[in-house]
């Protein structure tokens, strides 16, 4: 039996009991933007949003969350809260403000220019400047104060999420000692000989240490982790526990493979409303005859979305009978336009989609069709569905849940999934074709595999990666850390 929303409320109204439940994110879930004279709510391009949402709306609580939106000031009250999901509130959304400069240091900077590629094996060296390490400092304290006001003097579990974040535990800790704390790393943790570079390790270390319990998405993580702080700082590391004890305060450190909402997708992907928009995108692109792959990324360079199209540029060459036959859908957010290397890499791909395109094209067929732009949720799953086959070449991932939302919609029992060895989703989806994304030639011959495997063959892979992702779902998830708070005595 897989676990759902009503087994998820019912742990967290036993484990928590009268406890005040509160996620804290950079990112929030919803945005609200002026649309001419009107106000639209939308859902931001996030598998952590995505993903903690259904979370959110099964128990209830407070989130709280940077305000992007241009139109976020307009809709909440005198305590910067509105309650969220528009269609059916069930939990409440509280935004803090930062400036211009506040976000270009701890967001741009320091979060993306610093601790991302420190972390991603991607061939990207961080930048660290003290500055932006400042900044990072000073916003994280802002969200402590939000956090702690939203408290009071009730009792309460925090859950922290991410790498924006790291300081957050400690700060809200040393105001309140009797909140209970949990962080979630969506990211993988790089090892310790590649952290030391950060000038701030050890306060980084430290800061995610003010937490009762640290997760990553796999064990490989955790290891990482635990010997980044052996070499680090002084503590005492338990490993047949898997906890590091500091100045007598113990936190665990534990594997949780995030997930999807696995029957929520699965029911919105057969709708009705689905199928009228996949009818739209065939008849758009002119997709009827066609063999159709698809790939969703935000425009970020561990994607590895220039090795997936000089992959589809080789296959191409390899396979002309392909020709005319196959389309690549490239849907792309763009993400962190202001930061160099994100400048490089979107003209590197536009370059490329140019070249390969111009290459191969043939009457109104061209190899490659690059969306660059904000696709809705139902937008999405109409792409998954309409696929033959998805790609996800990322070069280093700490899960992508891409894998698990492209599974989740593919209530027909079809399609292939294409799938980087070096995602944390390759060791759970075992009946994916894995590629290094690095093997240009391999990468091609599976591409080839995957549109040539026989349809008996496909449909036995996608059932076993379909149980898979069902048996372990979002609510699976989320129970798991609540479970191993309660170790804690919580």
Not at 137 to 145: G, H, I, P, S, T
Not at 229 to 246: G, K, Q
Not at 273 to 281: A, V
Request: net charge negative.
């Amino acid at each position: 039996m897989s676990w759902t929303k009503e087994d998820l409320h019912r742990l967290i109204k036993t484990k928590l009991a009268d406890r005040l439940f509160i996620v804290v994110s950079n990112r929030e879930p919803y945005i609200h933007i002026s649309s001419g004279d009107e106000i639209q709510c939308v859902v931001p391009v996030s598998g952590l949003t995505v993903a903690l949402d259904p979370v959110m709306r099964a128990c209830g609580g407070v989130w709280v969350a940077h305000g992007s939106g241009d139109a976020d000031r307009r809709v909440v009250d005198e305590k910067n809260r509105v309650m969220v999901p528009p269609d059916e509130p069930s939990y409440s959304l509280r935004r803090i403000w930062l400036t211009r400069e506040e976000e270009d240091g701890y967001y741009l900077g320091f979060s993306n220019e610093a601790l991302w590629p420190l972390c991603h094996l991607a061939y990207a060296p961080p930048i660290f400047y003290e500055a932006d390490w400042n900044t990072y400092k000073k916003v994280n304290q802002l969200f402590a104060d939000a956090v702690l006001d939203e408290i009071g003097d009730r009792q309460a579990f925090v859950f922290i999420q991410d790498y924006h974040l790291a300081l957050l535990s400690r700060l809200i800790k040393a105001q309140n000692p009797q909140v209970t704390t949990a962080q979630f790393w969506h990211i993988p943790w790089a090892n310790p000989e590649v952290f030391r570079i950060c000038p701030w390790g050890e306060e980084l270390v430290d800061g995610l240490l003010g937490n009762d319990l640290l997760g990553f998405h796999i064990g490989y993580h955790c290891d990482n982790f635990l010997n980044t702080v052996n070499l680090l700082i002084e503590a005492r590391i338990d490993y047949e526990r898997s906890a590091v004890i500091r100045n007598d305060k113990t936190t665990l450190i534990r594997p949780f493979p995030i997930s999807v909402d696995f029957d929520q997708i699965s029911r919105d992907a057969a709708s009705e409303d689905i199928k009228q928009e996949m009818e739209r995108i065939r008849q758009t692109w002119k997709l009827n005859d066609k063999i159709v792959g698809v790939s969703v990324d935000r425009v970020d360079y561990t994607k590895g979305i220039p090795n997936r199209l000089l992959a589809l540029d080789k296959f191409l060459a390899k396979y002309p009978e392909y020709q005319r036959r196959v389309v690549l859908l490239q849907l792309a957010e763009p993400s962190r336009t202001h930061i160099r290397k994100y400048k490089e890499l979107n003209l590197e791909i536009d370059d490329l989609v140019e070249e390969i395109n111009w290459k191969y094209q043939s009457g109104d067929w061209k190899p490659i069709i690059y969306i660059r732009e904000h696709c809705s949720p139902p937008g999405i799953l109409a792409f998954y569905r309409l696929a033959h086959f998805c790609i996800v070449s990322s070069l280093h991932d700490g899960m992508n849940l891409v894998t698990k939302e492209f599974i989740s919609s593919r209530v027909d029992e079809d399609g292939v999934l294409i799938l980087s060895r070096f995602t944390g989703a390759a060791r759970e989806l075992t009946e994916a074709l894995f590629i290094n994304p690095y093997a240009t030639d391999d990468f091609a011959e599976t591409i080839r595999k995957a549109i040539e495997m026989p349809k008996r063959q496909r449909q036995a892979r996608m059932r076993k990666l379909r149980h898979t992702v069902e048996q372990n779902n979002i609510y699976k998830w989320a129970g798991n850390v609540i479970s191993e708070l309660t170790n804690l005595g919580l």
